[in-house]
């Protein structure tokens, strides 16, 4: 059964905000045989969802670590990709491997740090070497992921240039020209 | 509102033998009232409401006498307490309704219910309350939730966007197509002709030749219609519209 | 012996900045059966320092009320509530839903406005709705908060309310009262 000592600093310790000397759990239950309840404490919390750990002197309440998943939950929310995001996927895919100076000349815009983040965070580029040229830039590819994702076999499914014209995709030159004012807009803020 | 130490409890009133004349110490007639039932009986069931309407009438004298200024409502309870008194002593009539003794026994019925309302958040007040009396966990960890976004693109969008880029930074080729237009001049010459070979009201639309390509139709219309106004302005043409988007009609002045 | 289902609701109530539904328990530890367990987990807790509690639905851990003595002394007291905030939290409490109208009938007299107020900041009371009554006036209920405040498990458990109700003091304010009111004004001409 609980001894009243050891109900104390149990409380004590559950409400403190801070990790706790045994001197600090003496002055807040006052004269108890503090050491022994903390060793009946821990032992009893042994095993438990909830421990008692004593770190460089001072004891506190944890939750068990092998319990840590359930305190950081993960949750995905869906999320569009940016313009710049698409039109650097889109260069990396038809382009690779190629590195970020030659992704911005190929959109002829500036490209954010975070853009290609991005896209590795989505997994579907990741970083091919380095190219052997001035300066070692690091260059990207797209993954198998990249090629689930969009339903692809292989890199060589994309439409070439030709398909692109055909379909119409090269011709809208002043709604290119438009999007990309909006967008360099939005990279502004 | 009155501050009250925070191990008010109710009874401490009730309990003094005489009352103060500390009005800053009662909220209004009834809590007075209140006050002075619990002094006759703690089972405000059994108390006489004739005694209390004596003591409160007993009590504002008192403040009177003592040029302590009452608030008007302490003075309403009086005035009706007084009738209330009068109703209880004089033989009854019949006639007044609700009778006296049903006045009395609603008195009764609201000090009742105040009463149980003080004392039940005297004893909320009791209770082991979160922060006084029980205490959470101090340091919690916390259950954080991290955010991963899903990033979502499709093939179309993916094909879409290079064929900008490509398009946007490929060598272009500006070709100005030409398309027909009627000028300001040919259409006023054509409205003035129009508008000069009818008399009654016409729609502009009639005015245009049939037959037109679309695309130069539209520039006609549009450039016939500032014709118009060009005309009504120098006073040659009426114009007249019914409703917004109806036909615009034109006539000759 | 202690099971994972057990040691799961336990690390996540310890962890947690607020009390928990069975929902968001679950939502926290994933398919479990949570229900067992917080029966489980409550008696395994009770008497001791620190106990599991349910309160409009949620639950958390606290203290055990009667080593408040130990954990006080440090602390500083609740917000204090003048004896007109604590009347009308009574009566909202033990009445609702109900009108500031019929708050001052109860109480015989006028309430300021920093009452109510004040109870809504504290997070105890919030406005229900509107009386379908002349006037339609705002009603006032007490919140989940206020039960968990005052360590109740529902409205059910409010000191003597069913001798209260029993007793007809809890009846909607009456038109007897009204009537009363009348009277009074009457005699005021």
């Known amino acids: 059964m609980i001894d009243e000592d050891e109900r104390a600093v149990e409380a004590a310790l559950f409400a403190a905000e801070a990790s706790m000397t045994v001197g600090e759990i003496m002055a807040a239950v006052g004269a108890r045989d503090v050491r022994a309840a903390l060793s009946r404490l821990r032992e009893h919390y042994a095993g438990r969802g909830v421990e008692l750990v004593e770190r460089a002197g001072r004891w506190h309440f944890q939750t068990a670590p092998d319990l840590a998943h359930i305190l950081r939950r993960t949750r995905e929310e869906p999320r569009k990709l940016s313009r710049a995001g698409i039109e650097t996927l889109a260069i990396i895919a038809y382009h690779e491997p190629v590195s970020r100076a030659e992704i911005e000349a190929i959109r002829g815009v500036q490209i954010s740090k975070g853009t290609i983040d991005a896209l590795m965070e989505a997994g579907w580029v990741r970083p091919a070497g380095r190219r052997e040229a001035p300066g070692r830039p690091l260059i990207y590819a797209t993954t198998p992921a990249f090629l689930t994702h969009f339903g692809l076999g292989s890199r060589r499914d994309l439409p070439g240039i030709e398909d692109l014209r055909a379909a119409g995709l090269l011709d809208p030159v002043d709604l290119a020209m438009e999007q990309l004012e909006v967008e360099k807009d939005e990279t502004d803020d | ?253």
Chains 1, 3 share one sequence.
Not at chain 2, 23 to 32: K, N, V, Y
Not at chain 2, 48 to 69: D, H, N, R
Not at chain 2, 89 to 110: I, T, W
Not at chain 2, 235 to 253: D, I, S, T, W, Y
């Open chain 2, 1 to 253: 509102m009155i501050e009250e130490d925070d191990n008010f409890e109710l009874p401490l009133r009730a309990e003094r033998e005489t009352l103060t004349l500390d009005i800053d110490g009662w909220e209004g007639p009834l809590d007075l009232l209140l006050a002075l039932a619990r002094v006759q009986k703690v089972d405000l069931r059994e108390i006489s409401i004739l005694a209390l309407v004596e003591q409160y009438l007993a009590f504002v004298e008192g403040a009177k006498a003592l040029k302590l200024e009452l608030a008007a409502d302490y003075l309403v309870m009086a005035a009706w307490l007084a009738f209330l008194k009068s109703g209880l002593l004089l033989p009854r009539d019949p006639e007044v309704e609700p009778s006296p003794e049903e006045l009395a026994l609603r008195l009764q019925l609201r000090l009742q219910r105040l009463d149980a309302m003080r004392e039940a958040g005297a004893r909320l007040m009791a209770r082991d309350r979160i922060g006084r009396d029980v205490f959470l966990r101090g340091a919690p960890e916390g259950l954080r939730v991290v955010r991963k976004p899903a990033w979502e693109a499709d093939l179309y969008e993916l094909i879409a966007a290079y064929g900008a880029v490509r398009a946007r930074t490929g060598p272009a080729v500006h070709i100005v197509s030409r398309r027909p237009v009627m000028s300001l001049e040919t259409a006023i010459e054509l409205v003035s002709r129009m508008v000069g070979a009818r008399l009654d009201w016409a729609s502009l639309e009639s005015f245009l030749p049939e037959g037109l390509d679309p695309l130069y139709r539209r520039s006609a219309l549009a450039s016939s219609f500032l014709a118009t106004l060009e005309l009504a302005r120098q006073g040659k043409v009426a114009l007249e519209q019914e409703a917004p988007f109806a036909p615009l009609m034109v006539r000759r002045l």
